[in-house]
């Protein structure tokens, strides 16, 4: 029995519901609760998915997206789209000045490793399970570099819009590469993610949990998208994705899809997302805070171990031929691969 979770950020239930695909994130399904970071007035994903992982909010885990100890020139559009950028491949003018910003009001993007939890004695989901965790913001694990997975937007967005400051003060946001060029590498970088969930499916996993940023990315770049429909086409994509998940389930597994916040018009939104193949999963889940409890409520919870064995389902009869290493090194050799 594996959990399988998708953490579809900025999925929107209320969008999901009007073009009807939130069945395809799960039969059971509701809108939950999301709460803002109270400097920035709105939610913000490096704060919520630590909030999901734990149960519990900023104050208890200690990640916060902004503070107002700190001071912070995060409610400017530009300076808050332009940080969550800052780790890619963006131009050294855009890093260098946006790096100013928050250097001088005492902002950083820290983002914090699994350890982090550990060492101050703060529960997760992932704490006593054979689980495996890929990307989640501010819980980074070894798979994430070993997979070299991406958990922030940056190279996609900063290569692809260009974000200027009016003079009233407002953004202004146009496209610098074709459409098509970024639908592959948003697509490419999904699927990469999602090959490495379906890998572990096959194995002994109590739970497999996956943050994906497709629908957020694709929520803050559709005002600046010339196309009609273009969110929606792409939400279609991500149900086709899921269910191709939920094909593989064996009896017994569970998926779960969660978002942090919703996501309409390029704005966050209170409208995030829960569904599952499981009904208990709902059942008094009514925030992101409650998330944690209810994947406890449905995942098993077996002696860890750093490589499950795989499913009895997935398991092939072979012919039992061994070769050595040295034979296949050898055989390698001569085709020129080594």
């Known amino acids: 029995m594996t959990t399988v979770v998708l953490g579809w950020d900025g999925l929107d239930h209320q969008l999901a519901t009007a073009w009807e695909l939130a069945e395809a994130f799960g039969p059971h399904h509701r809108s ?4 803002d970071n109270p400097v920035l007035e709105k939610p913000h994903t490096y704060e919520l998915w630590p909030s999901i992982v734990t149960g519990v909010g900023p104050d208890e885990h200690g990640v916060h997206a902004a503070t107002a100890e700190g001071g912070t020139d995060w409610e400017s559009d530009w300076v808050s789209l332009a940080a969550r950028f800052s780790a890619g491949l963006v131009p050294e003018r855009i890093r260098t000045e946006v790096g100013r910003r928050l250097r001088n009001r005492g902002a950083t993007l820290d983002f914090k490793p699994a350890s982090y939890y550990r060492d101050r004695g703060i529960e997760t989901i992932f704490d006593g399970r054979r ?14 570099d070993r997979l070299d997975v991406v958990f922030d937007r940056g190279a996609q967005l900063g290569e692809f819009l260009h974000i200027e400051e009016g003079a009233d003060g407002g953004s202004r946001h146009r496209p610098k590469i074709p459409v098509a060029s970024l639908e592959e590498r948003l697509a490419a970088e999904t699927t ?3 090959g490495a969930i379906e890998a572990a499916m096959q194995r002994e996993y109590d739970l497999v949990f996956v943050w ?24 279609r994509q991500a149900a086709r994705w899921t269910n191709g998940v ?5 009896a017994d597994d569970v ?14 939104t209170h409208d995030a997302f829960l569904g599952a193949t499981d009904e208990r999963v709902l059942e008094g889940t009514d925030s992101v805070l409650d998330v944690a409890d209810a994947i406890d409520r449905v995942t098993p919870r077996r002696e860890a171990t750093t490589s499950p064995p795989v499913a009895d389902r997935w398991r092939v009869e072979g012919d039992g031929d061994v070769e050595s290493a040295a034979a296949i090194r050898d055989r390698l050799e001569d085709l020129g691969y080594l």
Not at 246 to 250: H, T, Y
């Open 212 to 235: 994906l940023g497709f629908l957020d990315t694709i929520g803050h770049l559709a005002p600046a998208v010339d196309e009609t429909g273009w969110q929606h086409r792409w939400y």
């Open 192 to 194: 990469k993610k999602l």
């Open 255 to 268: 998926l779960v899809c969660v978002s942090d916040h919703g996501l309409r018009s390029g704005q966050h």
């Open 131 to 144: 689980s495996l965790a890929l990307a989640v913001p501010n819980y980074r694990t070894a798979a994430d």
């Open 246 to 250: 939920r094909e593989q389930l064996g």
């Open 32 to 35: 939950i609760e999301t709460f």
